[in-house]
């Protein structure tokens, strides 16, 4: 008997969910989403050094997301930040798909024409229309119908809304999101796990655990120490860490990221951390 691999989903595919309402993005980053929502209230009350300046992370709750959105059941879930990486997969399966894309899932998604539905949906409004009526006089009816509303009906030539980022194009839906890249987010995510839980690691360290989480395969190396004579009965130490002055740099770069990732979340945007708003 011949096995029929699976066909992938595409990325499409991947924005239609169960309801047949549609994303506007991967489903991936409204997981992160929910991830970085969770650390950053298990780390709220905390401050970062930003560029010499120190920021306050705290939940803007007067936004529209944290208004839609219940924070504290959040807080409540298993935590993600630990050491650990083993039981972290389960808790983010349980946070994401356990409850958060159930109780939120209406949020991400692109409104649409509803036809042939007789009850009346939420922040919707019902139009019946007779059959074989013309699409012209639907449209007219609906322009004329609109310019009766005390809110006049967009156009998206207008641009972004106040607090869209660059990039991100009007959409329909309650919460909108930017694009960004699944194994940034991942990488972020590691480095802000393993940094918080375990803070007198060194920036290689954190490297080196960081990429063993993300690929098992990935043997930790051990760092050389040679000692030689210095002046006057002194010893200085040389280290083959200078073979890693690239992936320290990346380390300290991205401890910087998650930090500003987690403060303009905290603002009502996401996922941004190249600068803060």
């Not at 935590?79 to 083993?86: G, Q």
């Not at 006089?137 to 609109?146: A, E, F, G, V």
């Not at 005390?150 to 607090?163: A, D, F, P, T």
Request: proline share 3%; hydrophobic share 30%; with cysteine.
């Amino acid at each position: 008997m011949v096995k029929v691999r699976k066909k992938l989903k595409t990325f499409e595919d991947r924005r239609i969910g169960h309801d047949s309402g549609r994303f506007k993005q991967d489903i991936n980053i409204y997981r992160w989403f929910a991830v970085f929502i969770k650390c950053g209230l298990e780390l709220e009350g905390k401050s970062f050094s930003i560029r010499g300046k120190t920021h306050k992370l705290k939940f803007d709750t007067n936004h529209k997301w944290w208004k839609l959105i219940d924070l504290k059941q959040i807080k409540k879930t298993t935590k993600l930040i630990k050491p650990d990486y083993k039981s972290v997969p389960k808790s983010i399966d349980q946070l994401f798909n356990g409850m958060f894309l159930t109780k939120y899932r209406n949020l991400f998604n692109e409104k649409r024409t509803i036809i042939g539905v007789a009850d009346l949906q939420q922040d919707h409004t019902l139009m019946q229309v007779p059959d074989n009526y013309p699409i012209k006089s639907i449209l007219s009816d609906i322009r004329h119908w609109y310019s009766q509303k005390e809110v006049k009906l967009r156009s998206n030539r207008k641009g972004r809304q106040k607090g869209e980022t660059k990039g991100n194009t009007r959409s329909t839906a309650d919460i909108v999101l930017d694009l960004t890249n699944e194994e940034v987010m991942k990488r972020l995510f590691h480095t802000l796990r393993i940094d918080q839980s375990s803070p007198d690691l060194t920036n290689l360290d954190i490297y080196f655990q960081r990429t063993k989480s993300m690929n098992k395969k990935f043997v930790i190396p051990n760092i050389v120490r040679s000692n030689m004579k210095g002046a006057l009965g002194t010893k200085s130490t040389q280290t083959n860490r200078q073979e890693y002055e690239s992936q320290i740099r990346s380390t300290q770069r991205d401890i910087r990221y998650y930090k500003i990732l987690l403060l303009n979340l905290s603002k009502g945007v996401f996922p941004k951390f190249d600068n803060l708003i």
